[in-house]
């Protein structure tokens, strides 16, 4: 005799996904620079130098110094040369008193008469030196202000976009189980 048997079919649930992936766009714009020059500066200032000739020895070794300069040294030496003076005239008239000796006295004064005073000698020492030059420098100042450069920098922020994708999960297969029962025959 036969016993009878269930028969159970099992069918397992199949899930399927439908999925696009989602689109993404991003950009990042440049950063805005403004950017600024300031020039250095430079500021000269000068003062002008001095230059100072004195030139009193090269007029006075000239004989054409200050005028009371001049006389000062005149009266300083005019007691010597009044006495070299009376020392000639003593010296002439003893040379007119040897006039019996045959010389010719008068003749030989004549031939030496000068009418400037060669021992009046009133100028002062010539030197290459009688010229004093000063010269005092100006001053020059300077003033700078340094150059710089500005910026001015505004990060700007990035651009995104996004679309979300398709996403379908669906049962493409529902589970399933089948009982078949035996047939039983019932005519005993």
Known sequence: MQIPTL???????KLSIDADPGIQDLQQPRASVNMRQVR?????????GTLEIDQEKAWDALAL?????????????????????LGRIVEKGNQMAAIHTGGKPIASMAKEWKRTFPEMDFRGPASIDNVDVYYTPGNLNIETTPGRVELDVRVNAPIHHYERGKLDIYMSQPPSVIITPPQIDSRI
């Open 7 to 13: 028969d159970i079919r099992l069918q397992h649930a």
């Open 65 to 85: 110094g200050n005028n009371l300069e001049t006389m000062s040294k005149i009266y300083s030496q005019a007691s010597n040369i009044a006495l070299q003076g």
């Open 40 to 48: 250095p500066e430079q500021h000269f200032s000068t003062t002008r």
